[in-house]
Protein backbone atom coordinates (compact mmCIF):
# COMPACT_ATOMS: atom_id res chain seq x y z
CA UNK A 1 0.00 0.00 0.00
CA UNK A 2 0.96 3.81 -0.35
CA UNK A 3 -0.43 6.19 0.95
CA UNK A 4 -0.10 9.98 0.50
CA UNK A 5 -0.88 12.45 3.04
CA UNK A 6 -1.42 15.96 1.63
CA UNK A 7 -2.03 18.88 3.97
CA UNK A 8 -4.49 21.88 2.97
CA UNK A 9 -3.79 24.72 4.86
CA UNK A 10 -6.63 26.77 3.12
CA UNK A 11 -9.34 24.44 1.68
CA UNK A 12 -12.95 24.55 2.74
CA UNK A 13 -13.88 22.29 5.84
CA UNK A 14 -17.98 22.75 4.62
CA UNK A 15 -19.07 22.58 1.43
CA UNK A 16 -20.08 26.12 0.40
CA UNK A 17 -17.89 26.46 -2.16
CA UNK A 18 -18.18 26.96 -5.76
CA UNK A 19 -16.74 24.75 -8.39
CA UNK A 20 -16.05 27.98 -10.71
CA UNK A 21 -13.52 29.17 -8.59
CA UNK A 22 -10.97 26.28 -7.24
CA UNK A 23 -8.14 28.61 -7.09
CA UNK A 24 -9.82 31.53 -5.74
CA UNK A 25 -12.40 31.19 -3.25
CA UNK A 26 -12.09 27.47 -2.47
CA UNK A 27 -8.80 28.12 -0.89
CA UNK A 28 -6.91 26.54 -3.57
CA UNK A 29 -8.54 23.23 -4.00
CA UNK A 30 -7.13 22.77 -7.28
CA UNK A 31 -4.28 21.58 -5.58
CA UNK A 32 -5.46 18.75 -3.33
CA UNK A 33 -7.47 17.65 -6.98
CA UNK A 34 -4.36 17.17 -8.80
CA UNK A 35 -2.92 15.45 -5.93
CA UNK A 36 -5.47 12.99 -6.26
CA UNK A 37 -5.43 12.69 -9.82
CA UNK A 38 -1.79 11.93 -9.42
CA UNK A 39 -1.93 9.53 -6.97
CA UNK A 40 -4.52 7.38 -8.67
CA UNK A 41 -4.32 7.66 -12.48
CA UNK A 42 -2.70 5.48 -14.62
CA UNK A 43 -3.38 5.16 -18.35
CA UNK A 44 -5.94 3.04 -18.54
CA UNK A 45 -6.50 2.30 -14.71
CA UNK A 46 -6.56 3.56 -11.25
CA UNK A 47 -3.67 2.35 -8.67
CA UNK A 48 -5.38 0.25 -6.31
CA UNK A 49 -2.90 0.07 -3.63
CA UNK A 50 -3.11 3.56 -3.18
CA UNK A 51 -4.56 5.80 -0.11
CA UNK A 52 -5.18 9.76 -0.12
CA UNK A 53 -5.44 12.07 2.77
CA UNK A 54 -6.92 15.05 2.34
CA UNK A 55 -6.27 16.68 5.85
CA UNK A 56 -8.58 20.19 5.73
CA UNK A 57 -6.89 22.92 7.85
CA UNK A 58 -6.50 20.45 10.19
CA UNK A 59 -9.82 19.84 11.11
CA UNK A 60 -11.45 17.70 8.36
CA UNK A 61 -9.66 14.70 6.56
CA UNK A 62 -11.49 13.70 3.41
CA UNK A 63 -9.91 9.83 2.39
CA UNK A 64 -9.91 8.17 -0.77
CA UNK A 65 -9.17 4.57 -1.18
CA UNK A 66 -8.03 2.83 -4.67
CA UNK A 67 -9.24 -0.30 -4.13
CA UNK A 68 -12.75 1.11 -3.82
CA UNK A 69 -13.04 3.91 -5.90
CA UNK A 70 -15.81 4.34 -8.62
CA UNK A 71 -16.46 7.61 -9.60
CA UNK A 72 -13.15 9.46 -10.02
CA UNK A 73 -12.07 11.36 -13.03
CA UNK A 74 -8.67 12.87 -14.10
CA UNK A 75 -10.03 16.81 -14.22
CA UNK A 76 -10.31 19.09 -11.18
CA UNK A 77 -13.99 19.75 -10.83
CA UNK A 78 -15.38 16.63 -10.74
CA UNK A 79 -12.69 15.56 -8.49
CA UNK A 80 -13.76 18.83 -6.27
CA UNK A 81 -17.41 17.78 -6.56
CA UNK A 82 -16.22 14.53 -4.81
CA UNK A 83 -14.84 16.40 -1.95
CA UNK A 84 -17.80 18.88 -1.77
CA UNK A 85 -20.13 15.85 -1.71
CA UNK A 86 -17.73 14.37 1.15
CA UNK A 87 -17.68 17.62 3.14
CA UNK A 88 -21.80 17.71 2.89
CA UNK A 89 -21.47 14.00 5.24
CA UNK A 90 -18.96 15.60 7.80
CA UNK A 91 -22.06 15.76 10.52
CA UNK A 92 -22.17 11.52 9.87
CA UNK A 93 -18.24 11.23 10.45
CA UNK A 94 -19.04 11.07 14.50
CA UNK A 95 -15.73 11.33 16.38
CA UNK A 96 -12.63 9.36 14.41
CA UNK A 97 -14.83 7.44 12.58
CA UNK A 98 -15.48 8.11 8.83
CA UNK A 99 -18.28 8.22 7.48
CA UNK A 100 -18.50 7.52 3.53
CA UNK A 101 -20.03 9.86 0.90
CA UNK A 102 -19.51 7.71 -2.41
CA UNK A 103 -17.65 4.73 -3.39
CA UNK A 104 -13.99 4.84 -1.67
CA UNK A 105 -14.77 8.28 -0.70
CA UNK A 106 -14.58 8.97 3.48
CA UNK A 107 -14.91 11.66 5.43
CA UNK A 108 -13.97 11.95 9.33
CA UNK A 109 -13.07 14.89 12.17
CA UNK A 110 -9.21 13.89 12.13
CA UNK A 111 -6.44 16.51 12.13
CA UNK A 112 -3.20 16.09 10.94
CA UNK A 113 -1.66 14.22 14.22
CA UNK A 114 -3.98 10.94 14.28
CA UNK A 115 -3.95 10.74 10.45
CA UNK A 116 -0.42 10.74 10.28
CA UNK A 117 0.04 8.19 13.28
CA UNK A 118 -2.66 5.96 11.57
CA UNK A 119 -0.27 5.71 8.49
CA UNK A 120 2.83 5.50 10.40
CA UNK A 121 1.52 2.80 12.26
CA UNK A 122 0.84 0.90 8.73
CA UNK A 123 3.64 1.69 6.67
CA UNK A 124 7.54 3.55 6.70
CA UNK A 125 7.22 7.40 6.18
CA UNK A 126 9.03 9.09 3.57
CA UNK A 127 9.76 13.19 4.55
CA UNK A 128 10.89 14.46 1.40
CA UNK A 129 13.25 17.20 2.28
CA UNK A 130 15.82 19.39 0.21
CA UNK A 131 18.96 17.89 2.15
CA UNK A 132 17.35 14.47 2.16
CA UNK A 133 19.62 11.03 0.23
CA UNK A 134 18.62 11.46 -3.34
CA UNK A 135 15.98 9.16 -4.07
CA UNK A 136 17.92 6.80 -6.57
CA UNK A 137 20.28 5.68 -3.79
CA UNK A 138 17.26 4.56 -1.55
CA UNK A 139 15.56 1.23 -1.51
CA UNK A 140 11.98 2.14 -1.83
CA UNK A 141 9.94 1.11 1.09
CA UNK A 142 7.13 -1.70 0.85
CA UNK A 143 4.59 0.47 2.34
CA UNK A 144 5.87 4.26 2.02
CA UNK A 145 4.24 6.95 3.69
CA UNK A 146 4.46 10.49 1.81
CA UNK A 147 3.34 13.61 3.21
CA UNK A 148 3.08 16.76 1.23
CA UNK A 149 1.91 20.36 1.62
CA UNK A 150 -0.61 22.46 -0.58
CA UNK A 151 1.19 25.52 -1.73
CA UNK A 152 2.41 27.17 1.45
CA UNK A 153 5.32 25.39 3.48
CA UNK A 154 4.89 22.81 6.40
CA UNK A 155 3.88 25.02 9.51
CA UNK A 156 6.29 24.37 12.12
CA UNK A 157 4.49 22.55 14.13
CA UNK A 158 3.61 20.22 10.89
CA UNK A 159 7.09 20.15 10.46
CA UNK A 160 8.06 18.59 14.30
CA UNK A 161 5.31 15.93 13.65
CA UNK A 162 6.88 14.77 10.07
CA UNK A 163 10.09 15.03 11.49
CA UNK A 164 9.57 13.10 14.66
CA UNK A 165 7.42 10.43 12.77
CA UNK A 166 9.89 10.68 9.30
CA UNK A 167 11.94 6.92 9.04
CA UNK A 168 13.51 8.33 6.11
CA UNK A 169 13.86 11.44 4.35
CA UNK A 170 14.68 11.59 0.72
CA UNK A 171 15.04 14.18 -2.20
CA UNK A 172 13.53 13.63 -5.30
CA UNK A 173 15.53 15.58 -7.46
CA UNK A 174 17.57 18.30 -7.61
CA UNK A 175 14.07 20.72 -8.15
CA UNK A 176 11.64 21.49 -5.74
CA UNK A 177 8.06 20.06 -7.22
CA UNK A 178 4.75 20.64 -6.95
CA UNK A 179 3.09 18.74 -4.79
CA UNK A 180 1.14 16.06 -7.42
CA UNK A 181 4.24 16.52 -9.35
CA UNK A 182 6.16 14.87 -6.56
CA UNK A 183 3.04 11.98 -6.00
CA UNK A 184 3.86 11.31 -9.78
CA UNK A 185 8.18 11.02 -9.46
CA UNK A 186 7.63 9.22 -6.04
CA UNK A 187 4.82 6.24 -8.03
CA UNK A 188 7.24 6.83 -10.75
CA UNK A 189 10.42 6.35 -8.76
CA UNK A 190 8.23 2.75 -6.67
CA UNK A 191 7.27 1.67 -9.81
CA UNK A 192 10.67 1.42 -11.88
CA UNK A 193 12.10 -0.51 -8.48
CA UNK A 194 14.55 -2.67 -10.22
CA UNK A 195 13.00 -1.63 -14.18
CA UNK A 196 16.36 -1.04 -15.27
CA UNK A 197 17.39 -4.33 -14.49
CA UNK A 198 14.52 -5.96 -16.81
CA UNK B 1 15.56 23.92 -24.21
CA UNK B 2 13.11 21.19 -23.61
CA UNK B 3 9.56 20.78 -26.08
CA UNK B 4 6.44 18.86 -25.47
CA UNK B 5 4.39 18.37 -28.25
CA UNK B 6 0.36 17.34 -27.52
CA UNK B 7 -2.07 16.08 -29.68
CA UNK B 8 -5.34 16.61 -28.78
CA UNK B 9 -7.61 15.06 -30.89
CA UNK B 10 -10.84 16.19 -29.60
CA UNK B 11 -10.11 19.57 -28.21
CA UNK B 12 -11.88 23.08 -29.82
CA UNK B 13 -10.23 25.01 -32.56
CA UNK B 14 -12.51 28.04 -32.09
CA UNK B 15 -13.28 29.50 -28.63
CA UNK B 16 -16.69 28.69 -28.20
CA UNK B 17 -16.53 26.29 -25.35
CA UNK B 18 -17.08 26.53 -21.43
CA UNK B 19 -14.91 26.62 -18.76
CA UNK B 20 -17.39 25.06 -16.96
CA UNK B 21 -17.27 21.66 -18.78
CA UNK B 22 -13.61 21.08 -20.09
CA UNK B 23 -13.95 17.68 -19.27
CA UNK B 24 -16.80 17.02 -21.47
CA UNK B 25 -17.89 19.48 -23.91
CA UNK B 26 -14.83 20.99 -24.55
CA UNK B 27 -13.10 17.91 -26.02
CA UNK B 28 -11.26 16.72 -22.79
CA UNK B 29 -8.99 20.16 -22.81
CA UNK B 30 -8.60 19.46 -19.02
CA UNK B 31 -5.83 17.06 -20.22
CA UNK B 32 -3.66 19.88 -22.27
CA UNK B 33 -4.36 22.35 -19.45
CA UNK B 34 -2.84 19.50 -17.05
CA UNK B 35 0.16 19.45 -19.91
CA UNK B 36 0.92 22.80 -19.99
CA UNK B 37 0.84 22.40 -15.85
CA UNK B 38 3.29 19.61 -15.77
CA UNK B 39 5.55 21.08 -18.13
CA UNK B 40 6.04 24.62 -16.66
CA UNK B 41 5.58 24.67 -12.97
CA UNK B 42 8.10 24.15 -10.41
CA UNK B 43 7.23 24.81 -6.71
CA UNK B 44 8.13 28.92 -6.84
CA UNK B 45 8.97 29.16 -10.41
CA UNK B 46 8.45 28.77 -14.33
CA UNK B 47 10.16 26.53 -16.24
CA UNK B 48 11.80 28.67 -18.60
CA UNK B 49 13.87 26.54 -21.26
CA UNK B 50 10.36 25.04 -21.88
CA UNK B 51 8.39 25.04 -24.65
CA UNK B 52 4.63 23.39 -25.71
CA UNK B 53 3.00 22.98 -28.09
CA UNK B 54 -0.67 22.19 -28.40
CA UNK B 55 -2.09 20.80 -31.58
CA UNK B 56 -5.85 20.90 -31.53
CA UNK B 57 -7.32 18.36 -34.25
CA UNK B 58 -4.06 18.59 -36.68
CA UNK B 59 -5.30 21.88 -37.46
CA UNK B 60 -4.56 24.77 -35.11
CA UNK B 61 -1.27 24.76 -32.97
CA UNK B 62 -1.56 26.92 -29.44
CA UNK B 63 2.68 27.32 -28.41
CA UNK B 64 3.43 28.19 -24.74
CA UNK B 65 7.36 29.60 -24.32
CA UNK B 66 8.37 29.46 -20.83
CA UNK B 67 10.83 32.50 -21.14
CA UNK B 68 7.44 34.64 -22.02
CA UNK B 69 4.78 33.26 -20.07
CA UNK B 70 3.66 35.70 -17.71
CA UNK B 71 -0.43 34.97 -16.66
CA UNK B 72 0.17 31.17 -16.31
CA UNK B 73 -1.52 29.70 -13.26
CA UNK B 74 -1.50 26.29 -12.08
CA UNK B 75 -5.46 25.19 -12.33
CA UNK B 76 -6.97 23.77 -15.26
CA UNK B 77 -9.52 26.65 -15.48
CA UNK B 78 -7.16 29.64 -15.69
CA UNK B 79 -4.98 27.72 -18.46
CA UNK B 80 -7.78 26.75 -20.49
CA UNK B 81 -8.89 30.15 -20.11
CA UNK B 82 -5.46 31.17 -21.61
CA UNK B 83 -5.97 28.81 -24.94
CA UNK B 84 -9.44 30.05 -25.35
CA UNK B 85 -7.95 33.41 -25.81
CA UNK B 86 -5.14 32.16 -28.06
CA UNK B 87 -7.87 30.64 -30.50
CA UNK B 88 -9.83 34.26 -30.33
CA UNK B 89 -6.73 35.69 -32.25
CA UNK B 90 -6.95 32.31 -34.79
CA UNK B 91 -7.77 34.58 -37.65
CA UNK B 92 -5.12 36.89 -37.10
CA UNK B 93 -2.34 34.08 -37.95
CA UNK B 94 -1.41 34.35 -41.33
CA UNK B 95 -0.03 31.06 -42.65
CA UNK B 96 2.23 29.17 -40.94
CA UNK B 97 2.82 32.33 -39.11
CA UNK B 98 1.81 32.28 -35.34
CA UNK B 99 -0.18 35.26 -33.27
CA UNK B 100 0.65 35.98 -29.63
CA UNK B 101 -2.34 36.53 -27.87
CA UNK B 102 -1.01 37.04 -24.22
CA UNK B 103 2.59 37.25 -23.13
CA UNK B 104 4.23 33.57 -24.03
CA UNK B 105 1.15 32.37 -25.65
CA UNK B 106 0.83 32.46 -29.65
CA UNK B 107 -1.62 30.70 -32.18
CA UNK B 108 -0.85 29.12 -35.48
CA UNK B 109 -2.92 27.16 -37.71
CA UNK B 110 0.12 24.23 -38.26
CA UNK B 111 -1.27 20.79 -37.67
CA UNK B 112 1.17 18.32 -36.28
CA UNK B 113 3.68 17.53 -39.15
CA UNK B 114 4.85 20.92 -39.69
CA UNK B 115 5.13 21.54 -36.13
CA UNK B 116 7.10 18.32 -35.64
CA UNK B 117 9.23 19.10 -38.34
CA UNK B 118 10.26 22.51 -36.75
CA UNK B 119 10.71 20.93 -33.39
CA UNK B 120 13.22 18.02 -34.60
CA UNK B 121 15.24 20.62 -36.87
CA UNK B 122 16.00 21.92 -33.03
CA UNK B 123 16.38 18.97 -30.93
CA UNK B 124 16.33 15.69 -30.57
CA UNK B 125 12.99 13.11 -30.97
CA UNK B 126 12.28 11.82 -28.17
CA UNK B 127 9.67 9.09 -28.60
CA UNK B 128 7.94 7.29 -26.00
CA UNK B 129 7.11 3.83 -26.13
CA UNK B 130 6.65 1.10 -24.16
CA UNK B 131 8.85 -1.45 -26.21
CA UNK B 132 11.85 1.68 -25.41
CA UNK B 133 14.94 1.33 -23.49
CA UNK B 134 14.43 2.31 -19.73
CA UNK B 135 15.04 5.77 -19.61
CA UNK B 136 17.51 5.77 -16.40
CA UNK B 137 19.72 4.11 -19.01
CA UNK B 138 19.65 6.26 -21.43
CA UNK B 139 21.83 9.63 -21.63
CA UNK B 140 19.62 12.73 -21.56
CA UNK B 141 20.10 14.67 -24.65
CA UNK B 142 20.37 18.16 -24.46
CA UNK B 143 17.82 19.45 -26.31
CA UNK B 144 14.52 16.57 -26.25
CA UNK B 145 11.57 17.05 -28.07
CA UNK B 146 8.89 14.59 -26.46
CA UNK B 147 5.44 13.60 -28.65
CA UNK B 148 2.74 13.51 -26.36
CA UNK B 149 -1.32 12.31 -26.83
CA UNK B 150 -4.26 13.12 -24.85
CA UNK B 151 -6.66 10.72 -23.53
CA UNK B 152 -7.03 9.05 -27.22
CA UNK B 153 -3.78 6.90 -28.76
CA UNK B 154 -1.80 8.10 -31.63
CA UNK B 155 -3.75 7.86 -34.93
CA UNK B 156 -1.89 5.30 -37.48
CA UNK B 157 -0.64 8.47 -39.60
CA UNK B 158 0.99 10.43 -36.03
CA UNK B 159 2.22 7.31 -35.28
CA UNK B 160 3.74 6.73 -38.36
CA UNK B 161 5.49 10.25 -38.40
CA UNK B 162 6.65 9.85 -34.98
CA UNK B 163 8.79 6.53 -36.03
CA UNK B 164 9.92 8.56 -38.66
CA UNK B 165 11.25 11.17 -37.18
CA UNK B 166 12.48 9.62 -33.82
CA UNK B 167 15.96 9.60 -32.64
CA UNK B 168 15.56 7.76 -29.73
CA UNK B 169 12.77 5.07 -27.98
CA UNK B 170 12.57 4.72 -24.11
CA UNK B 171 10.14 4.13 -21.83
CA UNK B 172 9.72 6.03 -18.49
CA UNK B 173 8.72 2.81 -16.40
CA UNK B 174 6.44 0.10 -16.30
CA UNK B 175 3.38 1.62 -16.06
CA UNK B 176 1.65 3.60 -18.78
CA UNK B 177 1.15 7.04 -17.84
CA UNK B 178 -1.20 9.91 -18.10
CA UNK B 179 0.44 12.42 -20.89
CA UNK B 180 0.87 15.40 -18.03
CA UNK B 181 2.66 12.66 -15.62
CA UNK B 182 5.15 11.27 -18.43
CA UNK B 183 5.49 15.41 -18.84
CA UNK B 184 6.62 15.49 -14.92
CA UNK B 185 8.83 12.28 -14.91
CA UNK B 186 10.35 13.45 -18.24
CA UNK B 187 11.49 16.67 -16.67
CA UNK B 188 12.34 14.46 -13.37
CA UNK B 189 14.66 12.20 -15.84
CA UNK B 190 16.30 15.49 -17.44
CA UNK B 191 16.75 17.24 -13.67
CA UNK B 192 18.01 14.29 -12.41
CA UNK B 193 20.69 13.45 -14.70
CA UNK B 194 24.09 12.92 -12.70
CA UNK B 195 21.84 14.12 -9.79
CA UNK B 196 23.06 11.10 -7.72
CA UNK B 197 26.57 11.95 -7.74
CA UNK B 198 26.00 14.85 -6.29
Redesign the interface.
Known sequence: MRQFIVLGHDAPTTPDFS??D??GGAGRL??LC?CV??AF????AIREDVQVHLVLQDEVTIRFEGSELRRL??????TAALIRGALEERDEAIGHIAAESSPGVSVSKRGFAPVLEAAASEGTVVQLHEDGD?V??VEPPENPVFILSDHHDFRDEEASLLADAADRRVR???????AD?AI??A??YL??DG??T?
Open positions: LDLADVRNSFLSHNPDERSPVDLGPELLHHTVHNDTFAY
